[in-house]
């Protein structure tokens, strides 16, 4: 009889050690490891905190709990590849990646792949071959393309609409100067030619003036542009790779009391916004920061849980595209 005692004790213990949740009877954590190129990007900034707020949501909503980690690698790839290295090692179940260097994408899948954690990477694309590469690799983003054509829609819009609002010095001919990101970066190069194609494509007259790089810095920008305009520049538009080097162009055009608001961005932060609102900018194109962040936050999730992503919107080929739209000041 205490033999069967001894057996039932045994096997309710069992029971109850393999139904308790890992970690010591705490609920089992979600953990998701987030490295960024840059903390101080704004748009970046934003994308995480719409991520954080996602998980917030979703743990309060469902009852899970979830661990999101962002890491700064402060445009360092070697720093980046240190802190995907320690999330690897601390056994974090997922990893949303913006790199430093798109390039540099085959170590940090290669890395993943030993340990079997997913990889989503946002915001820098990958190279085709990498995204193909393994199976449980994806991409969360914009289409590069798109939005330099749609920067081009808000200029050729008030072109056909009032040409005389752009074309200042009456030549026919508009004068423009273009603010560049990253000299390396996939989509600094393809909105920096993609928009002004599509200008010419649709038949308006371009002369560039004036361009450079500025990192995507709204210091820079704002450096660059006063340059320009102290030298005596003819600028009838300033086109910008995004929205805080829009900004800063804007912010040397107000130090220098010019009546001169043809400035374009591309991101749709929440500063840009309200510039197009103030009549500072001529407008925008808003990738919806929110939207990336809560896509990213879902697709990591699913695919930390171990749950299949096919049927989320927007999937195709392992990539979901966010829509985006213009925002203008007139």
């Known amino acids: 009889m205490k033999r069967r005692v001894c057996a039932l004790l045994a096997a309710v213990l069992l029971c109850l050690t393999a139904c308790a949740p890992r970690g010591g009877g705490e609920e089992e954590t979600l953990r998701i490891g987030v490295a960024v190129y840059k903390g101080t990007d704004t748009y970046i900034t934003n994308m995480t905190q719409a991520m954080e707020a996602a998980a917030q949501v979703w743990s309060e909503e469902s009852g899970e709990r979830v661990q999101l980690t962002v890491s700064d690698a402060q445009e360092n790839q070697n720093t980046q590849n240190e802190q995907i290295d320690r999330f690897l090692s601390l056994g974090y179940d997922v990893l949303c990646v913006n790199l430093v260097d798109r390039t540099d994408a085959a170590r940090v899948i290669g890395k993943a792949r030993e340990a079997d954690v997913p990889v989503v990477f946002f915001n820098r694309e990958p190279v085709q071959e990498d995204l193909e590469s393994w199976e449980k690799v994806y991409y969360v983003g914009s289409d590069a393309r798109q939005s330099a054509q749609l920067q081009a829609q808000i200029v050729l819009e008030l072109w056909e609409s009032d040409p005389t609002a752009l074309d200042k010095n009456g030549d026919g001919i508009l004068q423009y100067a273009m603010l560049e990101g990253e000299s390396r970066h996939q989509d600094a190069m393809i909105r920096t030619e993609v928009s002004v194609q599509t200008l010419r494509d649709a038949g308006v007259p371009l002369e560039r003036v004036e361009s450079g790089i500025a990192n995507w810095e709204r210091s820079q920008a704002d450096a660059l542009t006063e340059s320009w305009l102290l030298e005596g ?3 009838e538009l300033i086109l910008c790779n995004n929205d805080d080097m829009a900004l800063g162009a804007a912010d040397a055009v107000d130090r220098l ?11 749709g932060t929440p500063q840009g916004l309200e510039a197009v609102e103030d009549g500072r900018l001529l407008g925008t194109v808003v990738m919806d920061y929110s939207a990336h962040g809560a896509a990213i936050f879902q697709l990591a999730r699913t ?3 171990g749950e299949e992503p096919s049927d989320m919107g927007n999937m195709e080929n392992n990539t979901i595209r966010i829509p985006m739209y213009i925002q203008k000041a007139w």
């Open 233 to 235: 520049a003819d600028l």
């Open 257 to 267: 009391g010019l009546d001169f608001h043809s400035i374009v961005g591309i991101d």
């Open 303 to 305: 695919l930390g849980v």
